[in-house]
C-alpha cells in the first residue's frame, strides 16, 4: 500500500475513517506486517497525528501480533505417530473391504 | 507420472507428494502426515484447548485427506486445501461443544459431600517464570473470546504465518474482508489483554 500516495491528497479521508473501509485496512496492514518502504515510514508519523484512530489499530496490531507470533507452540505428542498409523491401517482395511464388495457387485452372476 | 522411490518422497514438494499418493504410493501420507502433524496440531489446539480432542481432530483431518485425494487439484497448494478441511472439522467440533455446554453439572449445594474443588497447583514457580505463564493464560483466554471469524484469521495469520492470499482462500472471504478481520481482531485482543499482559512479557 503506498502511504505516499495519500499524502499527496489528503489526510482528510483519516477523518471519516470507517472500520470496514478496504484502503484504510490495507494502510493498516501494510504498518502492521512492516512492509512499507522507508520512505513510507517517514510518513507514518504524520499519519499518525492525522488519524488518531488509524494509529490505534496500528499498535494495537503491531503489539498483538508480536504477542501471539511468540506463543509457544503445540507440536504434536510422541505416540501420535504410532496412534496415526493404526487409524491409517485400519482405512486402507475399510477401504479394502469396500473395494472387494464393488468388486463383487460388479461381477455377473455365473 | 513417474512413481517416486521412498527416499525420493522426502526430496518432492507437497504437491509432488500428493500426486503420488493419488496414483497409489501409500508411503507418501506418511510422508504428509510428518510435514503437517505439528503444524496441524499448533493450528486446532487453539479450538481444543487440550491434547486429545486435538489428536482426533488431527487424525481425522488426516484420514478425510486421504479419502478425498482424487478431489485434490494442484491449483491450490496442498497447505491451503489441508488448512481448509482442518479448520471445517474445527468449526464442527466447535459448534458441537456449545450445544452440549448448554447442559452443565453444578454441585449440588444442598448436599455437603457434593462440592466442587478447587485443586491448587502444587508447581512453585518463580516470579518471571509465573507471570509469564499467566500471560500465556490470558492470552489464550483472550484468543478463545473472540468471536469466530476474527478468531479463525487471527490465527491462521499470527499463529500459523498463513499468506492473506491463503487465508482468503481458506475462509472464502474476500482479501479485503480478510484485512479488515485480522485489524479488527488484533485490536479488539489488545484491548482484552491490555490490562493484563505487557507486549515485553513475550
Not at chain 1, 489528503?10 to 473501509?21: A, I, P, R, T, V
Not at chain 1, 501480533?65 to 485400519?90: G, W
Not at chain 2, 489441508?82 to 449440588?108: E, F, G
Amino acid at each position: 500500500m503506498n502511504v505516499s500516495n495519500l499524502n499527496k491528497h489528503s489526510y482528510s479521508m483519516f477523518l471519516n475513517f470507517s472500520e470496514s473501509d478496504d484502503v484504510i485496512h490495507s494502510i493498516i496492514s501494510s504498518i502492521t506486517e512492516e512492509s512499507l518502504t522507508p520512505a513510507e515510514q517517514l510518513t507514518l508519523k504524520d499519519l499518525y497525528i492525522s488519524s488518531p484512530v488509524l494509529a490505534r489499530y496500528a499498535k494495537a496490531g503491531l503489539k498483538s501480533k508480536k504477542m501471539i507470533a511468540n506463543l509457544p507452540k503445540v507440536n504434536a505428542r510422541p505416540n501420535f505417530d504410532q496412534k496415526m498409523a493404526a487409524a491409517f491401517s485400519l482405512e486402507l482395511q475399510k477401504e479394502e473391504v469396500r473395494l472387494n464388495a464393488s468388486l463383487l457387485n460388479r461381477k455377473e452372476p455365473v | 507420472m513417474k512413481t517416486a522411490t521412498i527416499s525420493n518422497l522426502h526430496q518432492l514438494s507437497d504437491e509432488d507428494v500428493m500426486e503420488q499418493l493419488q496414483a497409489g504410493v501409500v508411503q507418501a501420507f506418511d510422508i504428509i502426515v510428518s510435514r503437517y502433524k505439528d503444524r496441524l496440531h499448533n493450528f486446532l489446539f487453539r479450538y481444543t484447548h487440550n491434547h486429545e480432542d486435538c489428536e482426533d481432530l488431527v487424525q481425522e483431518t488426516f484420514l478425510r485427506v486421504y479419502r478425498s485425494r482424487h478431489s485434490y487439484e494442484r491449483i491450490a497448494k496442498l497447505s491451503t486445501w489441508m488448512y481448509t478441511i482442518a479448520l471445517n472439522l474445527a468449526k464442527t467440533m466447535y459448534k458441537k461443544k456449545q450445544r452440549m455446554s448448554t447442559i452443565s453439572i453444578h454441585a449440588d449445594e444442598s448436599d455437603p459431600d457434593d462440592r466442587e474443588f478447587v485443586i491448587p497447583d502444587t508447581v512453585l514457580l518463580q516470579d518471571d517464570e509465573l507471570h509469564l505463564k499467566l500471560s500465556v493464560q490470558e492470552l489464550e483466554k483472550a484468543l478463545s473470546e473472540l468471536n469466530d471469524d476474527f478468531k479463525e484469521v487471527i490465527i491462521l495469520r499470527d499463529i500459523q504465518q498463513l499468506t492473506y492470499e491463503e487465508i482468503s482462500e481458506i475462509t472464502g472471504t474476500a482479501m479485503g474482508t480478510v484485512k479488515s478481520r485480522i485489524n479488527r481482531a488484533r485490536l479488539q485482543l489488545q484491548e482484552k489483554i491490555g490490562d493484563y499482559v505487557k507486549s515485553e512479557t513475550f
